[in-house]
């Protein structure tokens, strides 16, 4: 399926640089342009198999899945059921049974079946079937055979860096069972045999049960996992042994800038625009600006303009240093606070905004590999953040409302005149906030690709 995806690309120009070799082109215009996608994904088969790091595609052999979670059952077989480490062999011997292309709406239909499919992963499960009870962990596999699937995927056209590409929507999947053999390891442990034995036999024989009830679950994690590979042409990988690696991150950021700013909904990255913090506390300042404050429902706007002006990355080391500028930052929250500034004291809540303008960032981020379902992932630890401050404007709203509109604006004046001191009391919290923040960012991005598909070898 996946194959159809990046052939559909093609026709629709959706494929940043030149077309490699291998992806063979169907005008759009050929009345026979159902056959000659299935000819061109034929031909593209082989390499569908392998993985293409080049446009960010994983190999389908072995395919790894999220992880399958079920609550409930039918009455005949309660079961609450995690299934982990998943990993899928045999999509790659798809057979197309329809494909119906409509160009003019980037709307596909597609049909298809798996002769054969067999899994591994891990269980941990507790479950009521018939007579039998049962709660463990252990090793699961098992083999589907003639499995039918039905894919509605509709896509819209984006313009990125002057260019036309397609962008999927999340992609609609309906599964029709085939045959299913499942089989639990460490059932009852070494001195239950004979239980383990007649366990799985009455496993196996409402095999069918266990699928329909994981069904829903199943086409919820293809359709996610191939919306994700689907519409990663926006990120750039970088060969680790590319002399020039720090231009070639700094040109995949450029590259990525836009989609980080509206949120990239198929890899679950909010957008940054507005960058919404958590809830900022400040419980003491210097003498001469005693400040007890709560800022919340903070949204910034303005990140998606930052500016590297420095990068050393060390990949063999998975730790990057880098310097950004944020040329000018607007945000806005609500306050509560209590504070003794100078000759003014105030205590009240209301809306908070403010400006910052060239302010700095010093990140260290170091990462470590770990392993998920069978394969190396980059996993950063939390992001080490110094901000250095530019300049900063703040306003307080409401303040003696509806009081002295005098005493109101001669504050603001008093509380503006004093911003760096009210940013330096908070830089702390800032830093940390941001950090946790950017980190779960890049973590939830890196969690989606292996650490060979963001830096290959070659």
Known sequence: MVLLLLQLAVLLCAVRGEIPNYIKVCQKTDPNLSQCIIDSIEYLRPKLKEGIPELNVPSIEPLPLNEIRLKSGPNQAQINANITNLLVHGPSSFKIIDLKPDLERTRFLVQFTIPTLYFEGDYDIDMNVLILKYKGKGPIQGNFTNYVFNCLFKGDKVQRNNQTYLHFRKFTITLFTGKSHLHLGNLFGENGAILSEATNTLIQENSELFIDEIRPVLEESLAQKFTTIANTSYI???????????KCIINSVEQLRSRLKTGIAELNVPPIEPLLLDEIQLRSGPNQAKINANITNAKVWGPSGFEIIDLKPNVKKNRFVFRVSIPSIYFEGDYDIDMSVLILKYKGKGPITGNFTNYKFDCIMKGDLVTLNGQQHLQFRKF??????GHSAIHL???FAGQNPTLSSATNEVVRDNADLFVNEIKPV?????AQKFTDIANTITKRFTYQELFPDK
């Open 236 to 246: 750039k990988v970088c060969n680790k042994n590319d002399p020039e690696i720090s």
């Open 384 to 389: 080490n953040l110094t901000l250095y401050i």
């Open 397 to 399: 709203g409401n303040l």
């Open 430 to 434: 800032l830093e940390n906030s941001l």
